[in-house]
């Protein structure tokens, strides 16, 4: 069982910054993937970004060249860096880890970019 702790979403501005952070407990795996999945009122979850274990990484067009994933295996963390936030990035952010066999979730960080 890998337990997810997400902080970091709030209220900015658009054009404005946030950072997102997810730390991951209990049953960790060398073998993973983390990442960010997003969820808007009315619409379904999508993937934000995701990077592996090896250091491979993927984004939704809609967020690349403004958000940035990075992670720290030492410490089983992945980071979401969101830069030039746009309304439409509203919505509630959720960690994921995937292994092999399994995934986990987070309980979701609310994300809100308006003036």
């Known amino acids: 069982q890998v337990q997810l702790l997400e902080s970091g979403g709030g209220l900015v501005q658009p054009g404005g910054s946030l950072r997102l952070s997810c730390a991951a407990s209990?049953?960790?795996?060398?073998?993973?993937?983390m990442g960010w999945y997003r969820q808007a009122p009315g619409k379904q979850r999508e993937l934000v970004a995701t990077m592996t274990s090896a250091g491979s990484w993927d984004y939704a067009d809609s967020v690349r060249g403004r958000f940035t994933i990075s992670r720290d295996n030492a410490k089983n963390t992945v980071y979401l860096q969101m830069n030039s936030l746009k309304p439409e990035d509203t919505a509630v952010y959720y960690c994921n880890y995937w292994y092999i066999g399994g995934n986990s979730w987070g309980q979701g960080t609310q994300v809100t970019v308006s003036s």
């Open positions: 209990g049953s960790i795996f060398s073998i993973n993937t």
